[in-house]
């Protein structure tokens, strides 16, 4: 079975910049988390979706936003990117216990 | 919030068991115990997780204690492969990692 794929890998932006991260869960999967991870802040959630509704949302602001289509993949935006957005961000899948990472997508805004 | 704390980091000699241990005392009584282990830069990956009986896979084994307020992940043979950060959490409404114990296998 495939596990959870994210697209691009890598990816440079500059500053006020817009991006959108996508990722594709493991089949059958119908939860999807994202988070942030920076070496100052560690893995830090920022939100969860199930069933094309967002369940659970971490303390991030309104930049930051997301979406789930019928067919679990998600994908989420950064508008108006800032130089403290540099990270590698995350996406998880799970269908009942437990979490399957993808390999993430490194950020860098300059 | 949940919380865990776990020490920061350990040293291990190849081949020999790794024994990491993780204070959840704020657990409730209806919550797993997940372990997971990031490899430099990558995704974390699953290792194991358990409600209040031991457990054991392929990878490790988890030994919870009776009043599930502390856990312990064995790696029985550590490899230097399994050089990591690794993370115990437990799942409440999301995943809260914290910090983690960074470990080092040496030969």
């Known amino acids: 079975k495939a596990g959870v794929t994210q697209t691009p890998r890598y990816l440079i932006k500059t500053r006020g910049q817009q991006v959108t991260l996508s990722c594709s869960p493991i089949?059958?999967?119908?939860?999807v988390s994202w988070y942030q991870q920076t070496p100052g802040q560690g893995l830090q959630f920022l939100f969860e979706?199930?069933?094309?509704?967002?369940?659970n949302k971490g303390n991030f602001p309104g930049r930051f936003s997301g979406r789930q289509f019928s067919n679990s993949r998600s994908e989420m935006n950064v508008s108006t990117l800032e130089l403290g957005d540099s990270a590698l961000y995350l996406c998880?899948?799970?269908?009942?216990?437990?979490?399957?990472f993808g390999p993430g997508t490194r950020l860098t805004v300059l | 919030d949940a919380k865990t704390t776990q020490p920061t980091s350990m040293d291990c000699a190849e081949g020999r068991a790794a024994n990491l241990p993780c204070n959840h005392s704020?657990?409730?009584?209806?919550?797993?115990v997940y372990w997971y282990r990031q490899i430099h830069s990558q995704g974390p990956q699953y290792i194991i997780h358990?409600?209040?009986n031991n457990e054991t896979n392929e990878m490790a084994s988890l030994i919870i204690t009776e009043d599930r307020k502390s856990s312990t992940l064995i790696l029985p043979h550590a490899t230097l492969r399994d050089t990591a950060v690794y993370y115990c959490?437990?799942?409440?409404?999301?995943?809260?990692f914290g910090g983690g114990t960074r470990l080092m296998v040496k030969p």
């Open positions: 998880a899948s799970s269908r009942d216990q437990g979490q399957f």
């Open positions: 089949s059958g999967h119908r939860s």
């Open positions: 979706y199930f069933s094309e509704t967002q369940r």
């Open positions: 704020t657990i409730s009584g209806n919550e797993y």
């Open positions: 358990g409600l209040k």
């Open positions: 959490i437990f799942k409440g409404d999301m995943l809260t």
